[in-house]
């Protein structure tokens, strides 16, 4: 199976022009993919880094009947644009093209947002735009999968390090290939481990072949000076929010160790003005909706039937996700 031509060939192209100061408006395209069944309930899905949207393709898969599902590549990204320096990435620019996106592009009004690694970063900030709309555009539910949303108790890999340094970042960037760099993503956080000869990691090497990503990592990485300044705010203000948070942990993570999911539940997501779950999976690794495509989309499943789970007990599980504790407000 050829998943990255079956995912790019039913995508389509969007226009952006960076609201980001010092790119002085540069245009980009980016690649959307909308997949499922047109009319049933909508979902959002955003993307980490260094992937792209592909890494939805299981999962789309596996909630194709129930849901229309909406996905883009982020500048810098998978099939979209890729500009080099002096071009800047942010997330706060990549947050204003999501926004965009729903409400301008694709029009939705009632919609899900399902977040992974550094677009569930991307994800709280679009959600503090959404909810300053008139009417606030936000979605009814947000679910947070495996992301470093809090950094002192994540774990950088020496990749991540060396390409974050400005003075190894280059030098990084021009050793790794596309190859090199999905089969090591392979190699480590995915469970099985995985290897170029699995579609879903082959998939990941032509994205990164596209358009010459891996020449960008060291410019893209930088979100993370973002996320270190910016993330106890975002959470601080995606606990206010009047949306129902349901937070989902692929268990053996070492990058995004279950210690942050359960730093950012009890700080943060269990006691917010909506519904709250939160679950982890046992057999997945970072890469959850690659790992476990049918577990999760039990989860989102539940997580859209609402009040027909509340009243479910605690270790209750969709094919062996773990329900660790959950909230209903009144």
Known sequence: MDIFAEWQNGGTQLRWRSSTAANDGHEVAV??????TPGKPALVCVHGFPTSSVDYFALARELGSDFDIYTLDFPGYGLSDKPPEPYVYSMYDDARLLVHAITEVWGLTEYRMLTHDRGSSVGMIALGMLAAQDPPALPADVIVTNANIYLPLSNLTAFQTALLDDATGRATATATTPDLLAAGLGASTFIPRRTLGDPEIAAL??????NDGVRVLPDTIQYLHER?????????????????????WGLHDNVSPLRVANHVWQGYLRDMPGRSRYWVIPGADHYLQCDAPQQLAQIVRLTAAGEDIAL???GDSPDGAVLVDQLNSA
Not at 229 to 234: D, L, P, R
């Open 205 to 210: 090497a032509k994205c990164f072949a596209h």
């Open 228 to 248: 270190a300044e910016g993330e106890t705010g975002w959470l601080e203000a995606l606990s206010k929010l009047p949306v129902n948070a349901t937070l989902v």
């Open 31 to 36: 690649f959307s993919r909308r997949a499922g």
């Open 312 to 314: 479910q007990t605690l």
